[in-house]
């Protein structure tokens, strides 16, 4: 049996886009101390978020700024640092975490995986209804 010689180019990390699956959750916000206020998040994933409703220059790109996520308005994960990657016009922000330590990772995966739970549970009885 003769065996083909072949090879597979995937690009690097830093190339793809985004690295993780994002997840859409209501009630989620992200306390900022340095703007002394709540924004919201518009989805998340286990690497970073993306924010709405962001003042006006509040955030610089390359900036890493202390945060704690909130979830429906008690504190769910505290002492997260993000780095801000893009800026967009009318608040919006796409951020990924920095410095997390297993412990808060661990926290981040839960989250996902419990909204994608969600997510599947809520189509199967949609399809079901049908």
């Known amino acids: ?3 083909d010689d072949f090879s ?8 793809n886009k985004r690295n993780a699956y994002r997840v859409r959750a ?3 916000e992200l306390w900022i101390p340095k703007l002394n206020r709540a924004v919201i998040v518009g989805d998340i ?3 970073g978020l993306a924010l709405h409703d962001v003042p006006e220059g509040a955030l610089g790109w390359g900036e890493v700024f202390a ?6 308005k008690k504190l769910f994960i505290s002492g997260l640092f993000a780095k801000v990657r893009r800026v967009f016009a009318h608040g919006e922000a796409g951020c990924t975490f920095e410095e997390l330590d297993p412990r808060k990772e661990a926290r981040l995966d839960k989250l996902v995986l419990e909204v994608q739970k969600r997510l599947i549970a809520l ?3 949609r399809e079901d209804g049908r």
Do not use: Y
Not at 8 to 15: A, F, K, W
Not at 67 to 72: A, P, Q, R, S
């Open 123 to 125: 189509k199967r009885a």
């Open 45 to 47: 994933s286990a690497t």
């Open 8 to 15: 597979i180019d995937l690009p690097e990390v830093g190339e």
């Open 26 to 28: 209501t009630g989620l």
């Open 67 to 72: 945060c704690d996520l909130l979830l429906n």
């Open 1 to 3: 049996m003769e065996q």
